[in-house]
């Protein structure tokens, strides 16, 4: 069971910031986006960036709460919903927002209007920039208590 388990990511932030990137470029070089009608022609693209989003998302909000499971392997969106209600509820309603967005919208969906890709974008970057804040603090209070 042990060989499982994930290693911590070093640097989530990084990290997270990367998979945005690599959603960026998965839609810009290969998305083939209609000028015209604002929609990308290939919907393989928008699922994959969207998916890439969703992951980067779940990456750093683990890094933050360090979601806990009940006798299961990998946590829900349920288990991350919870851990992030009991601290900060704006990034809640962020948190739901970005699962229908990313997860439902574009990575099942595969919904390929330019204009909700890019507000996923966003909706992820806004959600790392929040984490982001919660580390630096929670280091700062680290450091202040020694």
């Not at 290969?30 to 929609?39: I, N, R």
């Not at 962020?94 to 890019?118: I, P, S």
């Amino acid at each position: 069971m042990k060989d499982l388990m994930i290693e911590p990511v070093v640097d989530p932030v990084s990290e997270a910031r990367r998979y945005v990137a690599n959603a960026q470029e998965l839609l810009r070089d290969h998305g083939k986006l209609d000028f015209e009608t604002q929609l990308y022609q290939d919907r393989k693209y928008v699922r994959m960036a969207g998916n890439t989003l969703w992951n980067g998302v779940l990456l750093i909000v683990d890094a933050v709460f360090h979601v806990k499971t009940n006798n299961r392997m990998h946590p829900d969106v349920d288990d991350y919903r919870f851990s992030i209600s009991r601290r900060d509820h704006k990034l809640l309603d962020l948190f739901n927002t970005a699962h229908e967005t990313l997860h439902v919208y574009m990575g099942y969906d595969g919904n390929r209007r330019k204009n909700l890709c890019q507000d996923g974008i966003h909706l992820a970057i806004e959600i790392i920039d929040r984490c982001e804040l919660m580390l630096k603090n929670r280091s700062a209070f680290q450091l202040d208590k020694t």
